[in-house]
């Protein structure tokens, strides 16, 4: 290049700076300083990555193990509503909506109370609900017995045939438990070891007992 071709490419050189104006001086000082804090808050974000996937992992896990403990405790409810009902002279069974997920799903109870056939639970009667229920919650409480039970009436609105039967069934778990009932029902007194009555006398409240 001559002498004038280099002045014209320096004026066009000058003219580009000129255009490059204001030059920041600090902007490689402010990009070291966002990068510095970019690269942190990666850091942060795979941290907080890996703490997600172990929650994530421990979540499962409960879940899981959530699920065994509650079929371990249903099979085992199950199994006592069985052999409980089988006592009473009639079958039971208890069975679960979504065996898959039994968390998504409700409890069914079938029984046949002496002779009947299998019905669901919203096919019995009023007495036959009462007698099934408390089989349930007999079911329940000997997976883990309590050493007494207090009982309040509750063969109040069942007929003779269904109070003898809560009376056996009561019966049968008084091997294992101590069981206190109040009753006015003739049925459920003569399967009872000691009888206690209360009576007036004079306006004042007294108690007589029998052991039958």
């Known amino acids: 290049m001559d002498i004038k071709e280099l002045e014209i490419l320096i004026g066009k050189l000058e003219e580009d700076i000129k255009n490059l104006e204001p030059v920041n001086m600090r902007a490689i000082e402010d990009y070291n300083y966002i990068y510095e804090r970019y690269s942190e808050l990666i850091k942060k974000r795979e941290e907080y990555e890996k703490e997600e996937k172990k929650c994530l992992e421990m979540i499962k896990e409960i879940e899981k193990r959530k699920k065994e403990v509650f079929m371990e405790v249903f099979n085992k409810i199950a199994k006592n509503f069985e052999e409980i009902y089988k006592e009473i002279g009639g079958v039971g069974k208890l069975r ?90 003739e049925q459920m007194l003569s399967k009872a070891e000691t009888v206690y009555g209360v009576y007036m006398e004079d306006g004042l409240s007294k108690v007589v007992g029998l052991k039958l």
Do not use: C, W
């Open 96 to 185: 679960l909506e979504n065996k898959k997920n039994p968390f998504e799903g409700g409890l069914l109870i079938d029984a046949s109370p002496r002779g009947k056939k299998l019905l669901s639970l919203d096919a019995m009667s009023g007495g036959e609900k009462a007698l099934t229920a408390l089989a349930f919650l007999f079911a329940i409480q000997k997976l883990n017995p309590s050493p007494f039970y207090v009982l309040d009436e509750v063969d109040a609105p069942l007929d003779v045939k269904n109070v003898s039967l809560i009376a056996d069934m009561i019966k049968n778990s008084s091997k294992e438990s101590q069981f206190i009932i109040i009753t006015h029902r």
